[in-house]
């Protein structure tokens, strides 16, 4: 039996939810919907210990809960190029990147694009970007120099 194949009967902790839980409910959210969730689910979330995770369902185009994902990943990207993010976070968030850029279909490279923009330009942050989910909602490259490819400016 794969996870697709598997029923999602809940989370144990859902602030704390385990890798095997959350790839359950992203094939099956509408059994719990997100806003039934913690306040700030995806921010509690999108930590080293479920990345892995967060990424294969990023990746996976018949993910129902996809997008969710991608939301994640990049509040993961912008938690990893902060001045005090570990060296560790730094190196897994390159190789997710890289991944993405290998395999990753058109949503994935524009998150890999706008995490190496992030990388090079940490002053390209916003927070209703990143964090908020509006690069998930509006996707478009970020561009190098403070401009998007989609047209409008970070700021935004």
Sequence with gaps: MTVRESAFYGFANPVDPRPEELQAWAYQPE???LDAMPPDWDLLIAGDVLAP???ELAMDRQCPARRFAQHCMYIYAADGVRQNAT???KRRLKKYVERAEEVGDEPMSIW???CRVLMSR???FDYSEWIEGGLVRHPRRLGMFGR????GTLGR
Excluded at 148 to 151: A, D, E, P, S
């Design 112 to 114: 890999a694009h706008n």
């Design 122 to 124: 940490p002053e390209a």
């Design 87 to 89: 060296n560790q976070r």
């Design 53 to 55: 995770t967060l990424f």
């Design 148 to 151: 998007t490819t989609g047209g």
């Design 31 to 33: 059994s719990v919907p």
